[in-house]
């Protein structure tokens, strides 16, 4: 496997929990009835929230992926960071916006950051050296 294919494993299950979390803020909205915002709920809130938190970070995240694969970065690094960041915003969806598991949240927001920053300092490491 190339890194490039390990970024678009990562990618491609990242789609899957956008279309999951999606999915989910339809369904209460209809359950809900519910048509526009939150209406209210926190229930609704909550889905939302993870929703949106998950795409203001993603695009970010993934991109760092497509451009470590591209500039050399090694096939381990690639999976090391794309499942970090899987497993964060998983974390964060069963803290958040399922409420199952109430560290989630914390845990999901902290491994985010630290996921971010690992990608960070090694396009600036590979972009300098």
Known sequence: MTPLQAAALW?????????FLSARVGQ???RLKINLGDG?????VKAIR???NYTE????????L???????????????????????????????????WPMGRF??????MLSLLATAALLIYFAAF
């Open 57 to 64: 970070y993603a695009p970010l995240a993934l991109v760092g």
């Open 40 to 44: 209210g709920n926190p229930e609704m």
């Open 11 to 19: 990618i491609g299950l990242n789609v899957l929990l956008l279309i």
């Open 50 to 52: 993870a929703h949106g």
């Open 66 to 100: 497509v451009a470590l694969a591209e500039v050399g970065a090694n096939v381990a690094i690639v999976h090391v960071l794309g499942g970090f960041f899987f497993f964060a915003r998983i974390a964060h969806m069963l803290g958040l916006g399922l409420g199952v």
């Open 28 to 30: 209460m909205r209809n």
């Open 107 to 112: 845990i999901g927001t902290l491994s985010t």
